[in-house]
């Protein structure tokens, strides 16, 4: 059974970064595609960014395109979302997830989640 932990949320101020990170277990971690997406208090979860099995292709979502990065280490079962240029419209629950990636990521596993909170 595939495990996802999220890890690295917390408080940071408006023009700040931050870096995630999300230990996967019970799997082949580099055969997998991995996301990371978010939700923010009263709205739906929203794709992030995602990247292919081997690190060779990412994706973004307009709204982090240029501030955002996904990297991963296979070595460590470890993906990475490095966020620079945080605004108070990042605030969310942070959700790593295994899945499917063609034209677009389809979530098959999640984690629980870390929080992020974008001071003003």
């Known amino acids: 059974q595939v495990q996802l932990v999220e890890s690295g949320g917390g408080t940071v101020q408006a023009g700040g970064s931050l870096r995630l990170s999300c230990v996967v277990s019970g799997g082949s971690f580099s055969t997998y595609a991995m996301g990371w997406f978010r939700q923010a208090p009263g709205k739906e979860r929203e794709f992030v960014g995602a990247?292919?099995?081997?690190?060779?292709?990412?994706y973004y979502a307009d709204s982090v395109k240029g501030r955002f990065t996904i990297s991963r280490g296979n070595a460590k079962n470890t993906v990475y979302l490095q966020m620079n240029s945080l605004k108070p419209d990042d605030t969310a629950v942070y959700y790593c997830?295994?899945?499917?990636?063609?034209?677009?990521?389809?979530?098959?596993?999640w984690g629980q989640g870390t929080q992020v909170t974008v001071s003003s």
């Open positions: 990247i292919s099995w081997n690190g060779g292709n990412t």
């Open positions: 997830a295994v899945g499917l990636l063609r034209t677009t990521f389809r979530a098959m596993t």
